[in-house]
């Protein structure tokens, strides 16, 4: 990863780094190819009689969805912890995740829920796929990059 404090510029995407917390420390997430965050976003509306028809508008919650999908690597602490999410439920089926961007930006998930949507399935001659949602559950850290 770049000096943070001489970046600038574009980057390609591998530069953001996942990790899942396994016995108290965070490790990479081997094997994953590719995320999408989505943010919802919570907007209340109201029209007041002195707007004259224009709708006033302000953002009340928000929540992230970070859809992440690569290969299952059995043997990969990471990459085992997650897979071992997909038959659980409730609080059993949640894991403190640390995204890291390009810069050194931290974001801390603690308790996310984890939604496994794809586990070693597929084509004959494929390579078994691990695909899963890291949801927030409740504001995450963020740490600016120094």
């Known amino acids: 990863m770049p000096d943070n404090n001489a970046f600038t510029g574009v980057f390609p995407v591998y530069e ?13 997430i081997a094997d994953m190819e590719s995320f999408s965050p989505s943010f919802d976003n ?11 028809g224009w709708i006033k508008r302000l953002m009340t919650a928000k929540g992230i969805t970070l859809s992440v999908s690569g290969k299952r690597n059995v043997g990969d602490s990471g990459n085992d912890h997650i ?24 974001v801390e998930f603690e308790d996310a829920v984890i939604n496994v ?21 409740g504001k995450p850290t963020i740490t600016p990059a120094v």
């Open 42 to 52: 919570g907007v209340e509306e109201w029209t007041p009689m002195d707007t004259e």
């Open 117 to 137: 949507t794809a586990l070693g399935a597929g084509d004959s001659t494929a390579v078994g796929p691990l695909e899963f949602d890291i949801q927030s559950n």
């Open 83 to 106: 897979a071992g999410l997909a038959f659980k439920n409730g609080r059993e089926a949640q894991a403190d995740i640390q995204w890291t961007f390009p810069d050194g930006t931290t």
């Open 16 to 28: 953001n780094q996942f990790k899942v917390k396994v016995s108290n420390s965070y490790v990479n």
